[in-house]
C-alpha cells in the first residue's frame, strides 16, 4: 500500500512509525515521497544546506529498530554532529572540516531507527534570530517567503511547516528553538539545562545556555524524542535525574488547574507590537477557559541587565570560537562582519568581566525561582513582533560600513578597550533583542521553556506564545501544551505554498483547512 502526499502530511513521525511498524507502508515509500518533497520545494524555501540523501538510501539496506524506525527526519547544521560530514554552522570556515564522531543526539536519533536525510540552514555560528548565513542564503518562511523563519534553527522550523518533514533537530541558545516554532506555527519545546546531551564534542554550549531539541508539528512527537534523546554521557558537566516513566506517557495525564503568570511587557522596555499582545491575550481567554488560575505577573529581574549579559555571552563565546579557527589556519576575514564584530568585543573584555557577568546570571535565576514558588508557569509573548521581512534583519548599510572600516584600520578593539563604545554596545544589546526580548530568560536560568501555535495575524502569519517553567517541569508543560492543541488544533493549518504545491498533486491533496487570524 503506497502513502500518498493526502497521508504523508496529514501523518506526524509517530503515526509515520506506526505505519511502517504495521507493514501498511515501507521506509523505501516513504524515503521516495519525502525526498521528492525536499527536491521540489526545498529551492523555494532553502531549508535544506546539507543534503543527505544518498547516504538516507543507504542506510535503508541497515536493520532499522526503534520508535523512528525507517522515518525521515532532517538535523540542524549547529552541534548536531554527523560523523564524516562537517557541522557548519553556516560557516565556510567549519564547513570544511569533517566530524570523527557522531554526537550524542544523532547516535540516540540512529538508534532509534530515523532516516536522517540531510542538514537544516542555520545563521554563522547560529548568532541571530534570522537565518540568511552568507555561505548557504537566506530561508524563506513557508508562510509568506518575503519573512523570515525566524533563527538559528530557521532551516529545520521552514522543512517542518512546509511538510518535507515531520521532525527536525534544532537547538536553543538564545531562543533558537521557540523563535523558529513562532514564526513558522509549530511547537517547539527548549529542554533543560543539561537533559540532553551535546557531547562528545563538547561539554556544554555557551556556558549551559544552549539546549538542544526537535521542532514538530505536534506535542506528542516532541515527546516522543525528548524519550529518544535525554540522557548523558560519560564526561558530561551535569547528570539530570530523569522521571520515572516516559515522556510520553506522562503527556497523557490532565495538567490539573494551573496558576499562571503572564505578561506582555518587554523587559527591554522596547515596544511590543499589538499582535503579540492579542496572542498573549487569546491564550489567556482560552487557558481561562480550560480552567486555569491566570494572572498578570512577571519575575522581578533586570531585564536590561540580563540581555547585557547575554551579549558578553555572546562576545567571550565568538571571540573563542574565531581563535580557534585560527589555530586551524582561518582567517578572521572569513567570517561573516557581525561575527567578527562580535569576536572583536570578546577579544578586549577582560576574564574578570566575564566571570563577573556570568555570576549574574544567579540574579535572574532567583528572581525566576521566587516566581514559581506562586505560579506554575510564565506566559509571555515568544516574539514581540511578527515574523520580520528579510531586510529588517540586516545590518543597517550604514552601520556596517562603519564597522568594517574600524575593523580593518584595528579601531575597534582599541576604541572598546578605552571604553569609547560602550554606548554602542549597549545599543546593540538592545537594538538586537528587540523582536525577541522574551526568550533568554530561559537560556541563563537553565529552565525549559515551550512555544505553541495558538494565533495566526490579520496577515496570515504565526505568532507562538511562550510558556516557562522551573527546572524539569517538561511534564507539566507538555501535559499542558496537549491540552492546548486538543483545544484548538493546528495541525491541520498549512501554508499556501504547501496548499498550492497540493493543488498541483490533484486527487492527492489532503483538504487543508486555509490560515485565517485567531482573533482574541
Not at 503515526?15 to 515509500?29: D, K, P, T, V
Not at 532553502?46 to 522515518?71: H, K
Not at 535525554?230 to 488547574?257: C, F, I, K, M, W
Not at 515574523?387 to 575593523?407: C, N, V
Request: with cysteine; net charge neutral.
Amino acid at each position: 500500500m503506497s502513502l500518498t502526499t493526502r497521508e504523508y502530511l496529514n501523518h506526524d513521525a509517530t503515526a509515520l512509525a506506526e505505519r511502517i511498524a504495521r507493514r501498511e507502508i515501507s521506509a523505501s515509500e516513504l524515503l521516495d515521497l519525502t525526498l521528492e518533497r525536499c527536491q521540489r520545494l526545498n529551492p523555494q524555501l532553502n531549508a535544506i544546506c546539507q543534503p543527505m540523501f544518498e547516504i538516507a538510501r543507504q542506510r535503508l539496506n541497515e536493520p532499522l529498530n526503534g520508535p523512528l524506525a525507517g522515518v525521515p527526519i532532517l538535523i540542524k547544521d549547529a552541534v548536531q554532529d554527523y560523523a564524516g560530514l562537517p557541522t557548519g554552522n553556516g560557516s565556510k570556515v567549519f564547513s570544511r572540516i569533517p566530524q570523527r564522531k557522531h554526537s550524542h543526539i544523532v547516535q540516540r536519533l540512529l538508534e532509534a531507527g530515523a532516516v536522517i536525510i540531510g542538514k537544516t540552514n542555520t545563521p554563522e555560528l547560529a548568532l541571530k534570530g534570522v537565518t540568511d548565513p552568507a555561505l548557504f542564503g537566506t530561508t524563506h518562511n513557508p508562510w509568506n517567503p518575503a519573512h523570515t523563519p525566524g533563527g538559528s534553527s530557521g532551516g529545520s522550523a521552514a522543512a517542518v511547516a512546509a511538510g518535507l518533514v515531520p521532525m527536525a533537530g534544532a537547538n536553543d541558545g538564545g531562543g533558537s528553538i521557540r523563535i523558529p516554532a513562532a514564526c513558522c506555527g509549530l511547537f517547539g519545546l527548549r529542554p533543560s539545562r543539561g537533559l540532553i546531551s551535546v557531547g562528545p564534542g563538547a561539554a556544554e554550549i555557551w556556558e549551559g545556555a544552549s539546549s538542544d531539541g526537535v521542532l514538530t508539528r505536534s506535542v506528542r512527537d516532541t515527546a516522543l524524542a525528548l524519550d529518544i534523546l535525554v540522557g548523558n554521557n560519560p564526561g558530561d558537566p551535569l547528570h539530570t535525574a530523569l522521571p520515572e516513566r516516559s515522556y510520553r506517557s506522562l503527556t497523557q495525564q490532565e495538567p490539573g488547574q494551573l496558576r499562571i503568570g503572564f505578561s506582555t511587557r518587554s523587559p527591554l522596555g522596547t515596544p511590543v507590537h499589538p499582535e503579540a499582545v492579542k496572542a498573549v491575550e487569546h491564550a489567556v481567554k482560552l487557558l481561562q477557559a480550560l480552567g486555569h488560575e491566570v494572572v498578570e505577573a512577571a519575575p522581578d529581574h533586570d531585564g536590561q541587565m540580563l540581555a547585557r549579559c547575554y551579549l558578553n555571552l555572546y562576545f567571550g563565546q565568538v571571540a573563542a570560537t574565531l581563535d580557534e579557527a585560527r589555530a586551524i589556519g582561518a582567517r578572521d576575514e572569513e567570517f561573516e562582519l557581525l561575527t567578527r564584530t562580535l569576536a572583536a568585543f570578546g577579544r578586549v573584555m577582560s576574564s574578570a568581566d566575564y566571570v563577573r557577568s556570568h555570576r549574574q546570571w544567579n540574579s535572574f535565576s532567583q528572581a525566576l525561582g521566587l516566581f514559581h514558588q506562586q505560579h506554575d508557569l510564565y506566559l509571555t509573548p515568544t516574539l514581540a513582533h511578527p515574523p520580520i521581512r528579510h531586510e529588517q534583519g540586516q545590518l543597517p548599510t550604514a552601520q556596517a560600513r562603519i564597522l568594517e572600516l574600524l575593523l580593518a584600520t584595528g579601531l575597534l578593539p582599541m576604541l572598546a578597550r578605552w571604553g569609547v563604545l560602550e554606548n554602542m554596545v549597549n545599543d546593540m544589546a538592545r537594538k538586537n533583542l528587540t523582536y525577541v526580548p522574551f526568550t533568554q530568560l530561559a537560556n541563563l536560568t537553565g529552565t525549559p521553556a515551550m512555544s505553541v501555535p495558538l494565533y495566526w495575524t490579520a496577515d496570515g502569519l504565526p505568532l507562538g506564545v511562550q510558556f516557562g517553567g522551573p527546572p524539569g517541569s517538561e511534564p507539566r508543560l507538555l501535559q499542558l501544551a496537549r491540552q492546548l492543541e486538543q483545544a484548538q488544533p493546528w495541525a491541520e493549518r498549512w501554508p499556501a505554498m504547501v496548499q498550492q504545491d497540493l493543488g498541483r498533486a490533484g486527487s492527492a491533496a489532503p483538504q487543508v483547512r486555509k490560515a485565517v487570524p485567531c482573533k482574541a
